[in-house]
Every structure is written in structure tokens, then in C-alpha cells.
């Protein structure tokens, strides 16, 4: 996608890019504010789950194409739920909650990293893993953009709803969400390959 076609996509979708990033900032908020005020008690439990998980990580003896297979085939089944969805009339619906759990996993795992370990560890360990994190999240926003689109263009399939582009075309659609697989695979290929040497 040229640089005029990547602009025309922006404009011609840009109330529902602003919607998606608002529904994923409310849900980083919220995640962000649960792990705040949760008991003590629970905030231990997910510090040591926390430290187990990283050190059972560390100390894998699995490859690293091991790691880029689990890797992959974990953010394969999650995207292929979104572009399922976007193909039912009220797809969008649940694309929906799923952009809101998303943001609170998020915020709740932000969180849980720096009131669990020092700033300077929690800090390493976010920029070893914000590349990936990046392109998984713009895989989201633009998977989910096309879900909630092409499942209104099948709700409305007997209307006149100009600002749908895809016009319930399924093969446009799903050519579309396939070139989502190049930045899943560069995503797990950083999770794999660069996050272990930083951690």
C-alpha cells in the first residue's frame, strides 16, 4: 500500500480508527485503575505468577523457533476470531468487547509490571517487548476496523450506507485482512528471537 492509498484509507475511515483507539484507551484505562485497587493479598498473587512465568521464560530450554510457533499460532487464533466476527451481521459487537479487553489486559499488565519490579527493570523489559506489542496493536486496530466495517456492510446490505467501502465483498475483505499476517509474523519473529536476549 503506497503512501496515497495508506492517506485515502485514513480519511476515508477515520471516525472508526478514532472510535476503535477510543474503546482501546478506555480499556488500558480501566485495566489500569482494576489493578490499582485490588487487595493486597491479590496483587502478591499476581507478583509471584508474574516472576514465575518470566523466569520459567528465561530458563526454557525451548528454541527459539519453538517460541516463534507458540508465538505466532497464540496471535493467529486471536486475529482470525476478529476477521470470523466481522464476517457475522453482528460481528461488531463482540469485536467491540473484544477491543475493550484487549485494553485492559494491557493497562492491568503495564500496571502489574512496575508496582511489581523496580522502574529500570520494568522499563527494559517494556521496550524489549514494545515493538511487538506496536505491531500487534495496529494489527488490532486495522483487523478491527475491517471486522466492524464489513459486518455493518452485511447488516445493512439492503441499504444505501455510502461511507462503507467494502460493500459486503467478502473476497476484498479477507484479501485484505490476510496482509495482516506479514506484521503478525514480524511480531512473533521480535517475541521470539530478540526478546529473549534482552530478558
Same mark, same amino acid.
Given at each position: 500500500?503506497?503512501?496515497? &492509498? ?23 484505562? *480501566? ?6 485497587? /485490588? ?5 502478591? @498473587? ?5 516472576? @514465575? *512465568? ?11 523457533? @519453538? ?31 473484544? /477491543? ?74 479477507? @484479501? &485484505? ?20 536476549? /534482552?530478558?
Amino acid at each position: 500500500m503506497n503512501l496515497y &492509498l495508506l492517506k485515502r484509507e485514513l480519511k476515508e475511515n477515520i471516525l472508526i480508527y478514532i472510535f476503535i483507539f477510543f474503546l482501546y484507551s478506555i480499556g488500558t484505562t *480501566a485495566g489500569i485503575v482494576v489493578a490499582n485497587n /485490588i487487595n493486597f493479598q491479590n496483587n502478591n @498473587s499476581i507478583t509471584i505468577y508474574f516472576f @514465575s *512465568a518470566l523466569e520459567a521464560f528465561k530458563n526454557s530450554e525451548a528454541s527459539n523457533f @519453538s517460541i516463534l510457533k507458540n508465538s505466532y499460532l497464540q496471535n493467529l487464533s486471536f486475529f482470525a476470531i476478529i476477521v470470523l466476527l466481522g464476517y457475522a451481521r453482528i460481528g461488531f459487537i463482540f469485536v467491540i468487547i473484544i /477491543i475493550l479487553f484487549k485494553g485492559v489486559f494491557l493497562g492491568f499488565s503495564i500496571f502489574t509490571i512496575f508496582a511489581s519490579i523496580k522502574f529500570f527493570k520494568a522499563a527494559v523489559l517494556l521496550i524489549s517487548i514494545s515493538p511487538s506489542v506496536f505491531l500487534l496493536l495496529l494489527v488490532l486496530i486495522r483487523a478491527s476496523e475491517l471486522s466492524i466495517e464489513f459486518s455493518f456492510a452485511k447488516l445493512f446490505s439492503n441499504g444505501n450506507i455510502t461511507f462503507l467501502k467494502l460493500n459486503n465483498n467478502p473476497r476484498r475483505y479477507f @484479501s &485484505l485482512q490476510l496482509k495482516m499476517l506479514i506484521i503478525i509474523l514480524i511480531a512473533s519473529l521480535w517475541d521470539a528471537f530478540i526478546v529473549p536476549l /534482552i530478558v
